[in-house]
């Protein structure tokens, strides 16, 4: 298979081809769960569009905790069929379908109780671990461990000794959630889905009751088109009440948003060779290693504000602060923060007015006809709830179609990455790079990583480390636009790389030159080039602005005084 570049061209052909011919199914939002649904409907053999509003995964899918989990959490509350059914697609993405995104990550459990709790949690811990062994695909991972205070310590020095007695390791697995999505899509388009970003769902096409496609702006070179399916899914998450409102019809359930917020923080602020996970008041509280960061997070709040920029308020952040530092022994201050970053979960509304107590499973309907509303769920069942959304949609197509067929498909960059690991010192004599800067390439691209090395080839200098954020290489900033489907600098800074939230500057000091990297690929002069450094000048101010805000309300206020680049 010869894996789909999503560059300027290909995205023109893309909506041209999307206005030529009636396709089988258009998918609305290029979201985890869009973005699933795009690939499980190509690999069943239908034509099939995907039309996102901004940039993939500019939504919940790049401001998630990171983590590919079952949920441990729901265990407690009985919701067995969720945890069971998560646990196998953990270890469907570990080992077939993504090993070179998505890596096994420890967590230890502090007990601060002697003897109950001991038992209490290693019970639910070794279901957890049973039901993943039992689910055929969770062998990859280590079993839980059960540890003394001393050895707990050992793993952990970070802790203070009298928060607790003993603790549990145990293991899950975190991805780079927007890298993902942008992989997925890629996938999707070399199976024949046709695909565009910053295209603009703004109605929708009816015939009598029927739905029958979608008026499509296009939010770069202007202008709109009709997009005609026989099928539409909308797969809009926090948005999809909206979407359906496009319609004038009332859906069949609703979506509620419940902000969540992260922190980032330097490695060498947390003495740690471990993930910690804690239980608070209301939820639980991670610390997730993130390279030679950590993200700690998260909140559970209901947000009815704007949804395109949830802001994360002072509050948010003293919260996170206060909890993480009842266990540090070296607590953490606003200093140490590099980066934060907020995003919304689509619950399904209507079991409890808490959001934290909102479910996590899915709902698919038909609410008219050629229309299919996908919504709830979780970032790890993105590939059930895709099967689930193209099933309904397959029903109303006048044509026998084949079954799902994803749980076999490897996203980009999978096939042969772990024969490309093996060969990781090899590949960096070749390329004139340190063994890291290739093993970096690897866990980002996969085999994929061939083609950014085929750019430094071409061109020496983009072998060379960003000055101001030398984890990442020129080239992968070329690449992000030239293959990945990049057409702003902030869709490089916060998604395709995370500069924005890894560096202290959050990205500032290298938006120029990221800039003027990316006009090479898109043409680019240099009064644009100045326009999209200060809007991302703009987007970052307003962002720390936001933070220093004390509610929602005003943090809100803040966050959006910094226009949208495009009107996308």
Known sequence: MRTATLGPVERAESLARMAERELDVLV???????????????????????????????GTSSRSSKLIHGGLRYLEMLDFALVREAL?????????????????VPFLYPLQHKGWERWYAGSGVALYDAMSVSSGHGRGLPLHRHLSRRRALRVAPCLRKDVLVGALQYYDAQVDDARYVAELVRTAASYGALAANRARVVGFLREGERVVGARVRDAELGGEFEVRAQQVINATGVWTDDTQGLIAERGQFHVRASKGIHLVVPRDRVNSS????????????????????????????????????????SADIDYLLEHVNTVLSTPLTRDDVEGVYAGLRPLLAGESEATSK???????????????????????????????????????????VADCCTEDVPLAGAEGYHARWNARARMAARAGLHVARVE???????????????????????????PAADDYLKAEIVYACSHEGARHLDDVLTRRTRISIETFDRGTRSARECAELMAEVLGWDAEHVEREVRHYEKRVEAERESQLQPDDQTADAARLGAPEIVDG
């Open 28 to 58: 609305v939002g290029g979201g985890i769960v869009g973005a699933g649904a795009a690939l499980d409907a190509a690999t069943r053999g239908l034509s099939t569009g995907i039309v996102e509003a901004r940039d993939w995964a500019s």
């Open 88 to 104: 196998k697609e953990r270890g469907l993405l570990l080992e077939r379908i993504a090993p070179h995104l998505v890596k096994p």
């Open 274 to 313: 471990t993930g910690l996970i804690l239980r608070t008041e209301k939820s639980v509280l991670f610390v997730i290693p993130w390279g030679r960061h950590w993200i700690i997070g998260t909140t559970d709040t209901r947000w009815e504000l704007d949804k395109a920029h949830p802001a994360a308020s």
């Open 358 to 400: 909102l479910s996590r499973e899915h709902t698919v309907a038909h609410p008219v006809p050629g229309m299919v509303v996908i919504a709830g769920g979780k970032y790890t069942t993105y590939r059930v709830m895709a099967k689930d959304a193209v099933d309904e949609a397959v029903r109303g197509l006048d044509h026998r």
């Open 440 to 466: 970096h390439l690897l866990n980002r691209y996969g085999t994929l990583a061939e083609e950014v090395l085929d750019l430094i080839a071409a061109d020496p200098r983009l072998g060379e480390p960003l």
